[in-house]
């Protein structure tokens, strides 16, 4: 009886893996490489504070860096990016470069930036979106340009 249990359990295990090499997970998943690097931009946020990111890729496809903002708060919007850094990670979600990141501001929620990563000196727009809850019903959106550094 146990020689018949490890029969199937390598049987699943050899399955198991053979999906796996068929769909890409086997090491031979997407290259990230052509956007390893460092990006900066600048956007217009609420109240027309400004918005500096620095982000960096690497070669996994992980994406970190930071939303700095400076400018004075107003009375115009429900979320506000009030003055000070605010730290950013996610990741490339797309063979064509697209990247997404979140933050935080306290007291005010998350909020995410999506855009696409470019390849050459090119400057690309990106975006910014406010998150929303039960007190900030409407997400906000702000654009901005990158490019790589």
């Not at 109240?47 to 500096?52: I, V």
């Not at 708060?73 to 990016?81: A, E, L, P, V």
């Not at 933050?103 to 909020?111: E, I, R």
């Not at 000196?121 to 990158?146: E, F």
Request: net charge neutral; with cysteine.
């Amino acid at each position: 009886m146990n020689r018949s249990v490890q029969t199937i359990a390598l049987f699943f295990a050899a399955l198991l893996a053979l999906a796996l090499a068929g769909a890409g997970c086997a090491g031979h998943g997407i290259s990230f490489t052509p956007w390893v690097g460092s990006y900066v931009g600048t956007g217009t946020l609420d109240n027309s504070k400004t918005g500096d990111i620095a982000l960096t890729s690497d070669a996994t496809g992980l994406v970190s860096g930071t939303l700095t903002v400076t400018g004075a708060d107003g009375t115009g919007t429900t979320f506000k990016f009030t003055a000070g850094t605010y730290n950013v990670s996610g990741s490339v979600t797309s063979t064509g470069g697209g990247f997404e990141v979140t933050g935080t501001v306290p007291t005010m929620g998350s909020f995410f930036i999506r855009g696409r990563f470019p390849t050459d000196t090119s400057s690309v727009t990106y975006t910014v979106l406010t998150g929303t809850s039960s007190t900030l019903t409407t997400s906000q959106t702000y654009n901005g340009n990158l490019h790589k550094s």
